[in-house]
């Protein structure tokens, strides 16, 4: 959808475009009313998800009435218009922009890696150019290596979307105009940083001049299959294609006019369970083992069909399903459907993007979930949206878009939560009990334990006078939290009662899929089998497990997003060896595929009975998303139930926090060859002073019974006594991490 018609206005117009009658809405631009209507405009400069750029005028157009030639990718229809697309004139226009285009830029596109789906090259055919009529002198230009991307100057055509995409959508703000004429270029201002999100500026790059580091040279476009799917690595499930040759994924694009990828969507695709085969022996084991098994525990990273497949085992031999994370969120979601009567949260991306007012909290949302950064981002570009940033932790990477930074304590997210809700549902009618629970509590208690001020609350408050267009965004801190459950109903509340469009960002992969789809138990208990998860007797898509298992981009079947969609993945890559469908067929079910399960996945979830096969998977011409189907959300019985808040106890002196960096998110991504990040502890000079810790020290500590060794680093753009702890590198064991985030960091030194 683009950023255009999320905010027409909704008043229908009849104009002409060519002859032909086209019906649309006020509010929307003439290119996109021809583009509803399937009438071609060509354009070089315009990309549906950004504002319209304006600088390339190869769009022009002619209104009767109106003199010369207008922007129809800027200038919005009015009723009645009668608007012509193409005439001799306009034509010469095109040509025209085209010949200047081709001044210094080498048509020598052989050896370039755009060719064949380079845009300048299709209109440079399109328009029939077949001479160079123009010449400047030539500049010496080298290609900028700016790791995941480089840049080659001479190719460039300066259409600015690149800049437009690092600005209003990723929000890393790296890429900037340098004018200067036909020396006009484009500078990447944080280099040092090599934001594998500069990925997406490349993607939509029309010539070759911002490409991949990695694919350049490596294959011509037109030699790969481009297979659709859907990124498994965070709750996202952000549209892609895994571009493949020889059964090897050489790049992952996506449809970048209308959707997103991140660095991790993008570069790591390379962690299939390769050079795998059917080994019968460790098969039967297999069969012995859940035949045999009281628990079976997963991780995340599972299809949905996978997760019905494991929930109709657990029916048929009662074993324990276990699965931390998502465990943690179905509690959480089942606490907050109690307050709002319906099984899922009422928000949506595009309602994100579109607020005028964000508050974030509970989550370290540039890591946890960066497709919601980016819809947080256009919000506060697209329209300038106050963005309240809640957490113990300050965090650089979003530092450009937040207008506020609320610090509260570790561990008293449920006061905040109280807080919030009483500040914020000061003057919203609401049920008795609710009303009386509201004013019941000690404000000025819970504002001295959580550290948040009456004044910063009525900042925030100011923040939302608008009367609509607020989001609430909440996260992992808030589902492993002791207190998880009375948290999430006070965060319902603002649902309820103050119109917010809440999203509850799942913890991991397809959390919320099997928070649906599976009856969930707390703790393993007796034999064990696994599921990328250690047990007695281990699955492993990772390698190394009792038996092998496909990798995601090995399977298909469907994974449920944080945006409430239900969408297919297919195989990119071949697998040789036994499917978790082969165990349940020796244990009784019967199924030649995973995917017969999709049309059976549970319709008293929101799910609907369709077959993986007839599951659409596209964007329309304007943008409109065809990827699976929505979840319907489900009534579920309201029951009241508000509790004292806890007297937290107090997290005092050196903290830290399980929290991946940037782009990482598990051990598969961990495997990626291009997104390397060191496991490191990482905290402020302040957070070593209080430990007494070295720059580079050895240190080791156990969390959850997980034992890490790590060294420390010290951050300078860290403040404070809180250190990142990430968990993406710990293999099978990462994903075991279901407690808080926060703890007090018991360590001891190396060698001692
Ligand atoms: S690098 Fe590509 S996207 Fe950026 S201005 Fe140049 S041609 Fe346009
Ligand atoms: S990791 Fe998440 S945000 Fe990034 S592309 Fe994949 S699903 Fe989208
Ligand atoms: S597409 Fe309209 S000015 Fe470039």
């Known amino acids: 959808m683009s950023v255009h018609n999320s905010i027409q206005t909704g008043k229908e117009i009849t104009v002409t475009i060519d002859g032909k009658r086209c019906k649309s809405t006020f509010g929307k631009t003439i290119l996109e009313i021809a583009r509803e209507n399937g009438i071609y405009v060509p354009t070089m400069c315009y990309l549906s998800k950004v504002q319209p750029i304006g600088s390339c005028r190869m769009c022009v157009v002619e209104v009767e009435g109106v003199e010369g030639m207008i922007l129809s990718c800027q200038e919005k229809a009015t009723d009645g218009a009668v608007i012509r697309t193409n005439n001799e004139t306009i034509q010469q226009e095109r040509q025209n922009i085209m010949k200047l285009y081709n001044v210094n830029h080498p048509l020598e596109c052989g050896v370039c890696d755009k060719s064949g789906e380079c845009d300048l090259q299709n209109k440079t055919m399109e328009f029939g150019l077949e001479a160079q009529g123009f010449t400047a002198r030539d500049q010496h230009r080298p290609v900028e290596n700016w790791g995941h991307v480089s840049y080659d100057p001479a190719l460039c055509i300066m259409c600015e979307k690149c800049v437009r995409v690092s600005t209003e959508i990723t929000g890393d703000e790296a890429l900037k105009v340098k004018f200067g004429g036909y020396g006009s270029t484009i500078v990447n201002t944080k280099q040092e940083k090599n934001y594998a999100s500069l990925g997406e500026a490349a993607a939509v790059c029309p010539v070759g001049a911002l490409v991949s580091t990695d694919f350049k040279y490596t294959a011509n476009a037109w030699e790969l299959t481009k297979i659709p799917s859907a990124c498994p690595h965070c709750g996202g499930g952000c549209q892609m294609y895994y571009e493949v040759k020889n059964d090897r994924i050489y790049r992952v694009t996506n449809t970048f006019e209308f ?23 460790a098969f039967d084991k297999a069969v012995e083992a859940f035949k045999d098994a009281q628990s079976v525990i997963f991780s995340s990273q599972i299809s949905n069909e996978e997760a019905l497949l494991l929930q109709k085992l657990k029916e048929k031999f009662g074993f324990r399903l276990v699965s931390h994370e998502a465990r943690a969120y179905q509690k959480f979601m089942q606490a907050y459907s109690s307050i709002t009567g319906k099984s899922l949260y009422n928000g949506t991306l595009k309602a994100l993007s579109a607020s005028k007012a964000v508050i974030v909290m509970g989550t370290k949302i540039n890591d946890d979930a960066p497709t919601v950064k980016y819809h947080i981002n256009m919000a506060s570009k697209w329209h300038r949206a106050r963005v309240i940033y809640m957490h113990p932790l300050e965090d650089t990477e979003v530092q450009n878009i937040v207008t506020q930074f609320v610090k509260y304590e570790a561990g008293s997210e449920e006061g905040v939560a109280a807080l919030l809700a009483e500040t914020l549902l000061k003057e919203a009618e609401l049920p008795k009990g609710i009303r009386e629970f509201l004013d019941a509590l000690d404000i000025g208690n819970l504002s001295a334990e959580s550290n948040v001020g009456e004044e910063e609350l009525e900042t925030l408050k ?34 309820q009662y103050a119109g917010f469009n809440v999203i509850c960002i799942p913890p991991a992969g397809n959390a919320m899929g099997i ?65 978790l469908n082969d165990i349940a067929n020796a244990l009784g079910m019967d199924a030649e595929y995973t995917i017969e399960y999709t049309a059976q996945l549970p319709e008293e979830q929101g799910y609907m ?43 005092d002196g050196p903290v830290i926090y399980n929290c991946n960096p940037t782009e990482q998110f598990s051990a598969f991504t961990a495997k990626s060859r291009l997104l390397k990040d060191e496991a490191v502890l990482l905290g402020s000079r302040q957070f070593a002073a209080a430990t007494k810790l070295q720059d580079g020290e050895s240190i080791t500590y156990t969390l959850d019974g997980v034992k890490f060794d790590r060294v420390f680093k010290i951050d300078t753009s860290m403040k404070g006594t809180i250190a990142l702890n990430p968990v993406f590198d710990r293999g099978l064991s990462g994903a075991l991490l279901s407690s808080y985030r926060f703890s007090r960091l018991d360590f001891e030194r190396a060698g001692k």
Do not use: W
């Not at 959707?259 to 022996?281: H, I, T």
């Not at 990772?542 to 038996?547: A, N, T």
């Open 259 to 281: 959707s997103n990828l991140c660095g991790a969507g993008r570069y790591a695709f390379d962690y299939a369970n390769e050079n795998v085969n059917k080994e019968k022996a």
């Open 609 to 651: 009975a369709i077959a993986f096969d007839a599951l659409p998977d596209y964007f329309d011409s304007v943008g409109n998303e065809y990827r699976g189907y929505l979840l319907k959300p489900q009534k579920v019985s309201v029951k009241r139930a508000f509790e004292e808040v806890e007297e937290l106890e107090g997290f």
């Open 515 to 579: 928070s649906l789809i599976c009856d969930l138990d707390d703790e393993v208990e007796g034999r064990s089998v696994g599921y990328n998860a250690p047990a007695d007797f281990t699955l492993s898509a990772l390698g190394g497990g009792d038996l092998d298992m496909p990798a995601m981009n090995q399977q298909e079947g469907t994974l449920t997003t944080l945006d409430k969609r239900v969408v297919p993945m297919n195989v990119a890559l071949p697998y040789g060896g036994y499917v």
């Open 462 to 495: 100011r923040a939302l006078l608008k009367k609509s267009g607020f989001s609430l965004v909440v996260g992992p801190d808030l589902y492993m939290h002791p207190r998880a459950e009375h948290i999430a109903r006070l965060i319902a509340l603002l649902e």
